[in-house]
Nanobody, 128 residues
Framework: QLQLVESGGGLVQPGGSLRLSCAVSGRTLEYYAIGWFRQAPGKEREAVSCISPSGGVTNYADSVKGRFTISRDHARNTVYLQMNNLKSEDAAVYYC?????????????????????WGQGTQVTVSS
């Protein structure tokens, strides 16, 4: 049974860094595209980043380009989101999900749709 568990969130000051982890069990990660999404109170869930099954293609929301980096470790069946220079507007609950329909060199930045297996999320708070 597929299970995704996010971790690594916390309280950080503006300009600080966090690394989120998405541990996948029940499936072999290398066959799936993985997406990171976030949802702030009162706002819709939005796509933050995704990585193709091969790891060769990554996409980012404009708001995080140059600050966030997504990566995957097939040996650990885990996907990471390194977040640097965090801003107050990055505060949200962050979720990961898998897309089993992607080709090897594609990942979708569309919320929902192809993605499933949502974890419980990890809270990121950015405040001084």
């Amino acid at each position: 049974q597929l299970q995704l568990v996010e971790s690594g969130g916390g309280l950080v000051q503006p300009g600080g860094s966090l690394r989120l982890s998405c541990a996948v069990s029940g499936r072999t990660l290398e066959y799936y595209a993985i997406g990171w999404f976030r949802q702030a109170p009162g706002k819709e869930r939005e796509a933050v980043s995704c990585i193709s099954p091969s790891g060769g293609v990554t996409n980012y929301a404009d708001s995080v380009k140059g600050r966030f980096t997504i990566s995957r470790d097939h040996a650990r069946n885990t996907v990471y989101l390194q977040m640097n220079n965090l801003k107050s507007e990055d505060a949200a609950v962050y979720y990961c999900a898998v897309d089993p329909t992607s080709t090897r060199s594609f990942c979708s930045m569309t919320v929902g749709g192809r993605y499933y297996g949502w974890g419980q999320g990890t809270q990121v708070t950015v405040s001084s």
